[in-house]
């Protein structure tokens, strides 16, 4: 026997209101605590790594010719963006706050420190100065995303708003 529901009647009829209480501190105690590394610590480790493995590919060149000086120019250009990219870290690492994070903007972090370990990858490979500059670049440009991100979620939890509820008012 099929019954026919008045889908759109019945939807009307459910209650609007919230919960009385929040579930949500009870889960939180119930889960495991995350590890927490020293970000600010480990972005620190990883640039200073990465600017001693750029070094050393510089000390292992020929004199300067014409190229050379050319090369030197592009070396320079990848020393600013590592510069850059090594502030936009720290202050990435800085903005993340799992207290007032919900899981969509923690798992977002994560992907974006996945991605930073995908590129630092390819940094390590020591790549061709173009090569270079363009993953120098992406990691940049990823960084920046993240800060907008975790400023963003900040904003909206300073006025007691919730970051994934806005999110979803704009769908």
Known sequence: MNTVIDLPNAL???PLEAPATSAWPGLQQRLP???SWPKPALALVASTALAVLLWQTLIHRSPQTAAGTEQSAQQTDIQSLMDHSARLETAFYAQQDDAISSASVIAANLGIEDQLATIDAGLSQQPTPEEARTLWQQ???LLDQGLQLNRTNADF???GRNFDLALANTN
Request: charged share 35%; hydrophobic share 35%; proline share 0%.
């Open 12 to 14: 009307r009829q459910l």
């Open 33 to 35: 605590q995350k590890r």
């Open 139 to 141: 990691r940049i440009t």
């Open 157 to 159: 939890n300073a006025v």
